[in-house]
C-alpha cells in the first residue's frame, strides 16, 4: 500500500510539472498583451512596465525562473493587480470559492446517497421516478442555466435568498444549490444502480438467512460495496464543482477563485492565470489521489494487490 | 423420530408480466431430530426453492406461496411476518450456501460476518462474539484462529470460506442446517473434508441437516434418509438403503445409472438421462417425467400418479406402481456399492 501511494504520488508531481508547463507556454499565445491601453503607451514607458516584470527576456529564461520560483512556493506578481502577488490573490479569495464549493459537494453527496439508496429499496415506485427524472434533469442543465435560473425565480421573484453578491451565510446557498445539482444527480444515479446490483448478490442473501434486520443488511453490508464505483466518480465530480464553479460565481458575483480566473484571462495577466491554473490543478489532482487510495480503504482487496504489487 | 419441520402440500410460483413458473408443485415431506436428509434432483427441480421457501428468502414478489404450510416448532413459518422470521432466521434454521466465493461479504472481516448472529441472537458483546468466532472456526478446522478472524474473505481459499460459511451457520446452534449444495464449487478432496466436516459436527450437536445436492455419492455419505424431486414435486423418498438397493421410480434408476462406476470401461461413454426437464410454465397433466421414461404408458401423460407406500418410509409416485401395470425390473444391479 506504502509503495503503491508513494508511486501515485510521484506520478501527480510529474503531471503537475506537465500541466505548468504547457499552460506556461499556451498563456503567451493568447492575442494581445498584459499592459492595459497598450496602443496610448509610449514606447519607453512599455519597455519600462515590460522589463519591471522580466517579460523582455527570452521566453526559457523567464521559464526557468518562473519555475524555480514555483518551486519555493512563490506564483509571482500580478500583472493587472499593481503590487498584489498572486499567492495573496489566491489567499484571498480561496475563502468564498472553498465555502460555495464544499457546501456544494456535502450537499449533493449526502442528497444523492439518500436518493440513490431510497430509490434502489423502493424499485419501480414513484420515488424512484422521481430520482431518475431528477437524475436527468441535473446531469442535463447546465449550471450556469441552473445559476441563472435559482438567481432569477428564488432571488429575484419570491425575494426568498439574495440573487446575487457576497454578504452572510444566506448568499452561499443559491450558488452551493447551483453546483449540487450536478452532484446530486450523478451520485443518486450511480448509488441506485450500484445498490440494485448488491442487493441481489449472494452475501445479500447469506446476511438475511442469519436473521439480521433489513436495516442492518442495508447500512452494514450493502451500502459499503454500493460506494467502491461510486467512489470513482467524486473525482470527475469535483472537477465538476470547480469548473462549475467558474461560472457560477461569474454569475452570482461571488469573490471567488473562479472569478479571479475569469478576470485574469480577460486582462491577459499571465502569472494569475498560471497561478489559479496551478492551484486547480493541485486541487484536483490531490483529489484523484485521496480518491485513489480510498478505494484501498473502502476494498480491502484493493489494499491488498496494491501491496503485493 | 419427533419432526422438527413439516411441509404439506407446498405450492410456490413465479410471476412475471404475462408467465407464471410453477416451480414448487404441492411438496410434502419433513425432517426429523437430528436426521439428515438429502434432497436430490437436477437443476430447476425445486429442491433450492422449497427450502429458500422454508427460510422465506426467495423474493416475495416475483416468488408467490400459492398454497401450503411450513410447520417449525409448531408455527407455519409462511404466515410469520419478517420481523418473527429475522427471529428464526440464523438462530433455529441456519443455512449453507452453494458458492463461498459470493456467499461471503468480500469487505467485511471473516469474524464479524461470524459475530454479526450472535450479537444479534445470543446478545453477546462484540468482544465475547470474536472470542466465540474464534473458537468456531477452530471447530470447522481453521488453523490459526485467532489470526484468521481478522482476515477478508479473499484472503481464504475455497475450501476454508466454505468452513467458515459452516461456523456461521453454526453459531447459534440452530436446530436445523439447511445446506444448500455446499461442496457443488469445491474439488472432490475438499468435499471429502467438507462432508466428513459436517457428519462430525452433526453427530456431535444432533441438530437435523437437510442437504440439497445433485451429487448421488454425496447423499451416500451423509444421509439417513433421501428424496428424490423432479419438476416440482417429490417422486420417490425412502431410506437410504431403500433408494440406492431398492429404487422403485424411473427417473431414480436414471439418476443412480448417471453415476460413474470406479471400474468403469475407460472408453464407454457416461450414462445420462435423455431429454431435460418439461417447462414449468405450462407443466404437464400428468407425470413430468413421462417424455423422458423408458417405461411411460398412455396414464402417465394423463394423470399425476398417487403416492403409494412400499414400506412406512418408503414413498414414490409412479404408474408402474399400480397393480395392473406391466412388471418392470429394476435396472439397477442389487449388487453394486454405494457406500465403503
Redesign the interface.
Known sequence: MLRYTLKRFGLMLLTLFIIVTVTFFLVRMLPGTPLANEEKLPAEIREQILEQYGLKEPLSIQYVKFMGNLVQGDLGMSLSQNGRSVNELLSDRIGPSAFIGFQGIIFGLVVGLLLGIIAALRRGTWIDNVASATAVFGVSIPNFVLAGLLSYWIGVKFELLPPALWGGYEYTILPSLALSVYVIAQVSRYIRTEMVEVLE???I??????????S?IIT??AL??AM?PAVTILGPLTVNILTGSLVVENIFGIPGIGNLFVDSIMVNDYTTVLGTTIFYSVLFLSVTFIVDVLYGV????IR?SGAKE | MKPILEVSDLHVSFRSQDTEVKAIRGVDFTVGEGEVVAFVGESGSGKSVTFQTVMRLIPQPPAKIDKGKVLYGGRDLTKLSEIEMQKIRGKEIAMIFQDPMTSLNPTIRIGNQISESLIKHQKLSAKEAKERAIELLKIVGIPSPSERVEQFPHQFSGGMRQRAMIAMALACSPKLLIADEPTTALDVTIQAQIIDLLKNLQTKTGSSIVFITHDLGVVAEIADRVAVMYAGKIVESGTLDEIFYNPQHPYTWGLLQSMPKLDQNRDQELASIPGSCPSLVNPPAGCPFTGRCPHAMKICQEEMPEVTKSSSSHQVACWLQHPNAPEVKSPIEPERRWVD
Open positions: 448478490q449472494d452475501y442473501r447469506t446476511a438475511k438467512a442469519k436473521g439480521l434486520s433489513w442492518k452494514g453490508h459499503r460495496n467502491i473502502i476494498d480491502p482487496r491488498v
